[in-house]
């Protein structure tokens, strides 16, 4: 079965600075789509970044980017020129290819001091 | 993007009875939608995948009877939580898959919470 760690359950940052984000994955497959959420206080879960195993090129959305490493199963996300409106918890989730449901990881709770 | 609507927002109830939750997708068709549990501080647990005119498949150690899910149309589905105990209570999140998209995104709602009394 697969599953996503998310291994630092805090983390801190000052406002205007970068933070990474770690993510690894087990899987066998070769055919999957890696993603990381945004759940602020409201809740909601917002789709920050995607990313198609077959693509080498890691993906961008503004100030988030990741960092894909396929042989290592990791997919951290950076956060540039951090923002008060980035404080959430972030999930990394995992999608095998033709499959519906994502398994996601346990999360990382994102605090940006002012 | 597209939009996911979730109602209510919040519920609180009587030990003993129903709570029907509603989730639609608002802009798009969604062939398939998902239910999840979230405990405090804790990550999303998959209860069942949702399926347009066909039965719910509920992820293993989830009781059927006990949440009952239908899915009428490729715009809503529905999540019953029968005969609710204050063990029930727990934040409910929905998703909807956009069948047309070429991205296969899931969509969520803004999630329910079900204050059991």
Redo the contacts between chains.
Sequence with gaps: AQTVTQSQPEMSVQEAETVTLSCTYDTSESDY?LFW?KQPP??????VI?QEAYKQQNATENRFSVNFQKAAKSFSLKISDSQLGDAAMY?CAY?RGGA???V????T?LTINP | GAVVSQHPSWVICKSGTSVKIECRSLDFQATTMFWYRQFPKQSLMLMATSNEGSKATYEQGVEKDKFLINHASLTLSTLTVTSAHPEDSSFYICSARDRTGALNIQYFGAGTRLSVL
Excluded: P
């Design positions: 789509y959420y409201s809740r909601q879960m917002i789709l995607r999930f999608r519906q449901k994502l996601f990881g346990q999360g709770r």
